[in-house]
């Protein structure tokens, strides 16, 4: 070794090494970076080497959804066909990335076959038709469009939420198949059990679990709720749990609520619309037991409609206040609470149910816990659908089988361990299947004894009073509360430093501009135009006006006005 080392060769490289050190260290952890990803790369994927078919699926579900489903039926089709399947998933993001990028690629693919097989000139009004559903029946574009094949290259949409599916359907981007190999509309021939009161109804409770013309379908149920952090509440002094969304509006919780983005994902405007139609039926309520009232049934509905969306945004607003940021990505919040940087967060359940088994004790117990607020969310469907135009619309229909059936059914459902049930991590997704939850399968489930088909009695979704302002709400958030948030954050407490002055909460809360009227009118008009221009000089103006009232609402505190 003494000899190695007094080498000249030797010492003039450990010496050329020496002057080179630092180029080296950095060289060496460039190495590092660009082989991490292969060097840490799962055992199992469903990227083989070598592949016979390919399955483009296009879905905002996190990675231990798609490395369960895809490594499950990836598997039974090489035992069904002897064939290796790549399952190519794209994650654009949340189902607003996703939505942008299949109406991109849905226009450029019939630009293409406007152009080149039907000879037509390519204009502004062919591109703002050919999606448009509330293009006239003659339209041409509109037409042309329903009658191709055009495609995005994509197979299927897996995940999201009713109303985007229902979106994707109305413009035609989604569709039901031929009814005999392909698509959702020849599963139910061959499976009819699976749709009906006893297996998958079209609507629960006023939510829609399935398009009538089987153009998409729900594969497991959803509710929104609230995870929280038991030892940041008891650190903030909140001794109880929260228990309703009203809850998270306490000034307690100031600086200390998770909340993502609705602009970002549609299952978080979903949970603010549950908000804001509890406060309506709470309104209703009230209002209906008003002893001698003169108002009619259509009076009341309307008063009450108008008072429950009041209080929702009021809702929102403070809650909105309490933050501690908007994050893009949803995923983040049971996360972060988990971690006890923020004492609660809105989040979809089994987001919240997966926190609490991840800290879970020995003896049982967790930190970390999650609630869905009785009476104030129902519950909706993730649903899947198949994309106009799919390069392989038999394969695709394969997989929506393997997903409805009981295959796909146990992966959401079942605990580790259990037969047919997920391999590495249990989903924590409630079967969507009514005739699935059986004496035998119940005790399987992670989640069986929660009885969802019951608790959806607890809520009933009334879309004609929201449905339509669904956009409204995601819009109006993301301007008087997202970005607007650093003057709303700071208003708030100065209100609250100062003993919540009566005067500076009402300029605060002053919802004169986004009223219902104004949702359901002016702002709701603008967004269906789909003109950006106008649409942005709508927030900017919006904007403006709520961060002055911010503004005020604060410095009024200050004074203890």
Request: proline content about 5%; charged content about 25%.
């Amino acid at each position: 070794m003494k000899a190695l080392l007094e080498n000249p060769r030797v010492q003039a490289v450990m010496a050329w090494m020496h002057v080179w050190r630092k180029e080296l260290a950095v060289g060496v952890a460039m190495l590092v970076t660009l082989a991490g990803p292969f060097l840490l790369k799962p055992k199992e994927s469903t990227a083989p080497s070598h592949y016979d078919e390919r399955l483009v699926i296009i879905s905002p579900h996190h990675d231990r959804i798609r490395a369960e489903f895809g490594q499950a039926f990836a598997k039974q089709w090489k035992q069904q066909t002897g064939k290796t399947l790549f399952i190519d998933w794209r994650v654009p993001g949340g189902t607003s990335e996703i939505a942008m990028l299949i109406k991109s690629e849905a226009l450029a693919a019939f630009q293409q076959h406007w152009e080149k097989k039907l000879n037509q000139t390519w204009t502004p009004a062919v591109a703002q038709d050919c999606l448009n559903p509330k293009a006239a029946p003659d339209n041409a574009a509109r037409k042309a469009y329903l009658a191709s094949n055009v495609g995005t290259g994509m197979d299927v949409f897996f995940g999201g939420g009713a109303y985007d599916f229902e979106q994707q359907a109305k413009a035609g981007t989604l569709v039901a198949g031929d009814g005999e190999k392909t698509g959702l509309s020849a599963l139910a021939k061959k499976h009819p059990e699976w749709f009906g009161e006893g297996g998958i109804s079209e609507k629960l409770s006023g939510e829609p679990f399935r398009d009538p013309r089987f153009r998409w379908c729900g594969t497991c149920l959803s509710t929104s709720g609230i995870v929280f952090n038991r030892d940041v509440l008891r650190r903030l002094g909140i001794a109880e749990d929260p228990a309703a969304w009203a809850d998270l509006a306490d000034p307690r919780y100031y600086g200390q609520i998770a909340l993502s983005d609705p602009g970002k994902s549609g299952s978080v405007t979903k949970a603010l619309e549950m908000l804001i139609q509890q406060q309506m039926q709470a309104a209703y309520e009230r209002l209906k037991a008003v002893p001698k009232s003169r108002l009619t049934p259509e009076q009341l509905e309307a008063q009450a409609v108008a008072e429950g969306w009041n209080e929702g945004l009021r809702l929102i607003l403070r809650i909105s206040a309490n933050a501690r940021y908007f994050t893009d990505f949803s995923t983040k919040i049971p996360l972060e609470v988990a971690k006890g940087d923020a004492a609660a967060g809105m989040c979809i359940d089994f987001y919240g149910r997966s926190a609490e088994e991840n800290v879970r004790r020995a003896d049982g117990s967790s930190r970390v816990g999650f609630i869905a607020p009785l009476g104030g969310t129902s519950v909706s469907v993730d649903p899947i659908g198949m994309l106009r135009g799919a390069p392989n619309a038999e394969l695709a229909t394969a997989f929506m089988e393997f997903v409805l059936g009981d295959a796909g059914q146990k992966l959401w459902s079942y605990r580790v361990g259990e037969p047919g049930g997920p391999q590495h991590h249990a989903l924590r997704r409630l079967s969507v299947r009514r005739d699935l939850y059986t004496a035998e399968n119940i005790p399987r489930m992670s989640d069986g004894k929660e009885a969802p088909f019951e608790k959806a009695e607890a809520f009933t979704y009334h879309p004609e009073r929201t449905a339509a302002a669904f956009s409204a709400i995601r819009f109006i958030v993301r301007v008087i509360c997202v970005d607007s948030h650093d003057e709303l954050h700071a208003a708030w407490r100065h209100i609250i430093d100062n003993g919540m002055p009566e005067r500076s909460v009402q300029v605060l809360e002053d919802l004169t501009r986004v009223k219902y009227e104004a949702a359901m009118g002016t702002i709701s008009k603008t967004l269906a135009a789909r003109d950006k221009v106008q649409e942005t000089r709508l927030a900017r103006e919006l904007g403006d006006a709520f961060r002055n009232q911010y503004l005020k609402a604060g410095y009024m505190a200050l004074r203890r006005e």
